[in-house]
C-alpha cells in the first residue's frame, strides 16, 4: 500500500470521526430542553396544580387507591422514574456493548422520551395520572438515551480529544436549553397576546420540549455509526445486570474508586440546582421572574464554562481541572451563605458562579470517566455512571432538608452542601488516574 494510499485512508477516518462528533453533539441540543423547560421549569407546578384539581378534600390523590398529598405527587412520579430506569439501564447498556447495536436502542429511548413529552399537551383538567405516566416515561427514557449517548464517547474521540469533545457537547446542550426556555418563557409570558390561556401556553411548551427533541434526534442517527463488539455475554435480567456490571467493576478498583467520588460531588452539584430556587425564594425573598432569569444565566454562562474549561484541561489536564472546579463551587457556596435578602443582583453573581463551573465539571467528569472503562464495556459502564448521575443523586436534598429542619436557616442548609465538593476533591485527588486508565486497558493521554 503507497503511502498517498495510507494518509488518504487515515484522512477518511479523521474526517468520518469529525462527521460523527458533529452528530453526536446534537443529541444533547435534542435532549437538554426537555432537563431545562420541562423538569426544570415547567411541569413540576403545573402537574401539581393538575393534581390538587383532581384531589379530595382532604387534600390526596388516589393513584391505584394509594393516598397520595397532590403536593408529592411530582416527587414521586420523578422517584418511580429513577426506578424505572435502575431497572432498564444495566440491561439496556449489555444489550449494547454485546451486540455493538446502539444505535436502535438509542432511536427507541429517544423516540420513547419524545413521544411522552410532545403527549403532555394533552395534560389538562384533572388528568393527573396521565401527567404522571408520561413523566416516568419520558424521564426513564431520557437516562437510558444519556446513557447510550454517552457510552459513544470513547468510540468517536481519541484519548488526548476527549475533554473537548465532551465539553463542546455540553455546551451543545446548554445553548439548546437557553435558546428554547427563552422562547418558552416569552410564549408563556405573553399567551394572551397569541391568544392562549395560560394552561394552554404551558402544554405547549410542553410539548415543544418533545417535539425539539424526536426532531433534531435525526442528526445523531443519521451520523453516529454502529461498531461491533468484543465483548460476548448474555444479558440478565434488571437487577441481576447491575449486580453483574458491579461485580465486574470490582476487578478496576480504581475506575470504582473514581466512581465513588463523582457520585459524592456529583450530589452536590445536583442538590445546589435544584435547591438554589428555594433558598432564593425562602431565604432571600426574590421573585419568580428573579429565578427565571438567573436559571437562564446558569444556562448561557455553562456554555462559556464547559468551553472554557475544555481548553484548561488541555493544559493542566482533566483531573486537575475537575478539582479546581470542586474548589469554585465550595468559594460559591460559602459566597451564597453571605448574600443579602432582596438583592437580586447579588443572587444573580451567585448565579454565575454557579454557571461558570457547572457544565465543565460535568463535562470532564464524563470525558474522565471515559478513559476509566474497559473496552467493549462502554454501554454497560455508564449505565453504573448514569445511576450516579441520576438515581443516587438523594444524600444531598436529604441533607439540605435535616440541616434546615434543625436550623431553621436555609443558609445553614446551603453551607452544609460544602462537605460534598470537600469530601468529593479528597477522594477524588486519591485517585492514580494514569494508573487506573491504564489497568483499564487504555492508552493514557499525555495529559489526564
Excluded at 425539539?212 to 461491533?228: E, S
Excluded at 476533591?425 to 489526564?448: C, D, H, Q, S, T
Aim: hydrophobic share 50%; aromatic share 10%.
Amino acid at each position: 500500500m503507497s503511502t498517498d494510499t495510507v494518509r488518504r485512508d487515515a484522512a477518511d477516518d479523521t474526517a468520518g470521526l469529525r462527521r460523527e462528533q458533529r452528530g453526536w453533539y446534537f443529541y444533547d441540543w435534542a435532549c437538554s430542553v426537555y432537563s431545562t423547560s420541562v423538569v426544570t421549569v415547567f411541569l413540576g407546578p403545573y402537574l401539581t396544580a393538575v393534581a390538587e384539581r383532581a384531589a379530595d378534600a382532604d387534600g390526596y390523590v388516589h393513584p391505584l387507591g394509594v393516598p397520595v398529598r397532590a403536593g408529592s405527587f411530582f416527587a414521586y412520579s420523578v422517584s418511580l422514574s429513577v426506578i424505572l430506569a435502575v431497572v432498564v439501564m444495566p440491561l439496556v447498556g449489555s444489550v449494547a456493548d454485546r451486540t455493538g447495536r446502539k444505535k436502535p436502542l438509542l432511536a427507541a429511548a429517544a423516540y420513547t422520551g419524545a413521544a411522552a413529552t410532545t403527549g403532555m399537551f394533552f395534560l389538562d383538567g384533572d388528568r393527573y395520572l396521565l401527567g404522571g405516566a408520561l413523566l416516568v416515561v419520558a424521564n426513564a427514557a431520557q437516562s437510558v438515551g444519556m446513557m447510550l449517548y454517552n457510552s459513544y464517547l470513547p468510540q468517536i474521540a481519541p484519548p488526548e480529544e476527549r475533554d473537548a469533545v465532551s465539553s463542546r457537547g455540553w455546551a451543545f446542550g446548554y445553548a439548546a436549553g437557553s435558546t428554547v426556555l427563552v422562547a418558552n418563557l416569552v410564549l408563556y409570558s405573553a399567551h394572551g397576546s397569541f391568544g392562549l390561556t395560560e394552561t394552554a401556553a404551558v402544554r405547549v411548551c410542553l410539548a415543544s420540549a418533545g417535539l425539539w427533541w424526536g426532531a433534531f434526534t435525526l442528526v445523531p442517527l443519521r451520523r453516529l455509526r454502529d461498531r461491533h463488539t468484543r465483548v460476548e455475554r448474555a444479558s440478565a435480567p434488571g437487577l441481576r445486570q447491575l449486580t453483574a456490571t458491579v461485580r465486574d467493576m470490582r476487578r478496576h478498583p480504581l475506575t470504582l474508586a473514581f466512581l465513588l467520588a463523582y457520585l459524592i460531588y456529583n450530589d452536590g452539584i445536583q442538590t445546589v440546582i435544584t435547591q438554589a430556587s428555594v433558598y432564593g425564594s425562602q431565604e432571600l425573598g426574590l421573585s419568580q421572574s428573579t429565578l427565571i432569569v438567573a436559571v437562564l444565566l446558569v444556562q448561557v454562562l455553562a456554555v462559556a464554562g464547559a468551553l472554557a474549561m475544555g481548553r484548561l484541561a488541555r493544559t493542566y489536564g482533566a483531573q486537575r481541572t475537575v478539582l479546581g472546579s470542586l474548589v469554585a463551587w465550595t468559594v460559591t457556596l460559602a459566597a451564597g451563605y453571605f448574600l443579602p435578602a432582596k438583592a437580586p443582583v447579588f443572587f444573580f453573581v451567585l448565579a454565575a458562579g454557579i454557571g461558570l463551573v457547572l457544565g465543565g465539571s460535568q463535562a470532564l467528569s464524563r470525558s474522565l470517566f471515559s478513559h476509566l472503562v474497559p473496552p467493549g464495556k462502554e454501554a454497560e459502564y455508564f449505565s453504573a455512571y448514569e445511576l450516579s448521575d441520576r438515581g443516587m443523586s438523594w444524600l444531598g436534598p436529604l441533607l439540605f432538608g435535616m440541616t434546615y429542619q434543625l436550623t431553621g436557616s436555609y443558609r445553614s442548609a446551603i453551607i452544609s452542601l460544602v462537605a460534598f465538593f470537600v469530601i468529593g476533591f479528597v477522594l477524588l485527588a486519591r485517585v492514580p488516574v494514569r494508573r487506573a486508565i491504564g489497568e483499564a486497558g487504555n492508552p493514557v493521554p499525555e495529559k489526564i
